[in-house]
């Protein structure tokens, strides 16, 4: 039976000393070369890229190679030349070789919590929960395919034997983002390697260490070398490349709007020597609301907010960027959240002490400074609204109250800690204001009213929805993940049905 991966409990002082220990050993690799790998060659290029501690952005975590289109082409091709044979080893071998690749990460788990602390900047809680999930992909996703396998049961017509066989694509491009750049990308690349298919990953030029690491785990769990490929580089010089090839089967997206759309238009365009229509996956952004009914346990509501606003400095897909509160308890509602955002303390994500890191980076800081300036126009600022003096990228959690449906920061993605928040004269006014989005991605509602839970569940349009409890932080097996509308494809991440997106399935009538 799969089993969600434990997480470390950090208030115990043996996890906190381990945890010290992982952080001072992972600092001690900082600024290591890590190179390209394509069809198990190591390649160097001219030019490098740096990924840097968003907490002390003078400290370079890894030094990356800078692909170009060349190289990417290349991958394509390695990873296509290697499919026919990574495609006949059996679904057995392959969920054998993801078992495995969860152990490692077992065994290192607190170490990727040390890279994820140093290159995105989670605080440890944060780190954990990301590793755990990637636990969760292997283990889950080695289970799934093993379920694929054994034959579905279908009609048999008289004097037939009727089958139905799963088969893999071919060769897969997994583009990753930085905000989980262990478990999101682990989750898209297994997947594509246990369901038989070979992979070229494009980490986010913002946390390619963690993917260099994640690679080292795949090697010592046995998986080939030539079944994947790592090329780091700009999405920019590279992306194109990966996903206009001849030779490229299905494209693995998750990242923002922009770049999500253009790679489906892209893709959609058959070239040259093209055989098959492109499969794209698309997981794209978000504008999660969650509605605060009169009817609630406020104080259940005020911290689920809290904790979807601000957990990794509002930098979920997940993340609730609105709160959508009755006007019979706004301004209670309001003052209880805004007594605890003072209190939120933000600062380098090694110390367990903050609840808070950094974002990003720099150019994410301006522009989230900026959507806080906008804000202060469209809304209220009640709580937060300045960068804070530091050489990290912080920036301090903010609620804007009063805020409009028509304003910017009721419509579009932040990708920071910025909160708008909403007067509803009543609940159906709150599932208007909530479905007021070109996005669908997360929601949540906090009610005791059994009438209005089940509306929600009939009417609020997010392809992952949550009653009484925070939005952010789906469980693999229990939440898949997935949005709606311009949130993406809906591919329902860590669910029972994700890894079909990764096979075509073969019908075989035999006359008898
Ligand atoms: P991004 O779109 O900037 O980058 C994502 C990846 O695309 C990176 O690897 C980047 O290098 C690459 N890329 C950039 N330009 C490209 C191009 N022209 N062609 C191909 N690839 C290109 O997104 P990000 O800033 O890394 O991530 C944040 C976004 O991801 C947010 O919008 C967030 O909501 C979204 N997200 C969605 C989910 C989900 O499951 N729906 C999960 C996590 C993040």
Known sequence: MFQNEPYADFSQPGNRSAM?????????????????????????TAEKLRSLNPSWPGEVVGVHQKATASEAGRAVEAA????????????????????????????????????????????????????????????????????????PELVQLPGERDRMVYLPLGAVVVIAPWNFPLAILAGMTTAALVAGNTVVIKPSSDTPTVAAKFVEVLLEAGFPEPSFALVSGSGAAVGDALVEHPLTRLISFTGSRAIGLRINELAARPRPGQMWIKRVIVEMGGKNAI????????????QGVL?????????????????????????????????????????????????????????????????????????????????????????????????????????EEIFGPVLAVTKARDFEHALELANDSDYGLTGALYTSNRGKIEKACEGFFAGNLYINRKCTGAMVGAHPFGGFNMSGTDSKAGGPDYLLQFLQAKSIAERL
């Open 20 to 44: 010290r220990e992982a952080l001072a050993a992972v600092r001690a690799e900082f600024g290591r070369e890590y190179e390209l790998r394509i069809a198990g060659a190591r390649l160097k």
């Open 80 to 151: 296509a030349a290697f499919f026919p044979e990574w495609s006949r080893t059996s679904a057995e071998r392959r969920a054998e070789l993801l078992f495995n690749a969860a152990r490692i990460l077992r065994r290192r788990k607190l170490e990727f919590d040390a890279w994820l602390v140093f290159e995105a900047g989670k605080t440890w809680p944060e780190a954990e929960a990301e590793t755990c999930e990637a636990i969760d992909f292997c283990d889950y996703y080695a289970r799934q395919m093993l379920r694929l396998a054994s034959l």
């Open 291 to 302: 509605i605060v009914d009169e009817e609630a346990d406020l104080d259940a509501a005020v």
């Open 307 to 411: 904790v979807s606003a601000f957990g990794y400095q509002g930098q979920k897909c997940s993340a609730c960027s609105r709160a959508i509160v009755s006007e019979k308890v706004y301004d209670e509602f309001l003052s209880r959240l805004v007594s605890k955002v003072a209190a939120i303390k933000v600062g380098p994500a090694e110390d367990p002490d903050n609840y808070m890191g950094p974002v990003i980076s720099e150019r994410a800081r301006q522009a989230i400074l900026e959507y806080i300036e906008i804000g202060k126009r469209e809304g209220r600022l009640v709580a937060g609204g300045a960068p804070q003096e530091a050489p990290g990228f912080f920036v301090q959690p903010t609620v804007i109250a009063d805020v409009g449906r028509k304003a910017r920061i009721f419509q």
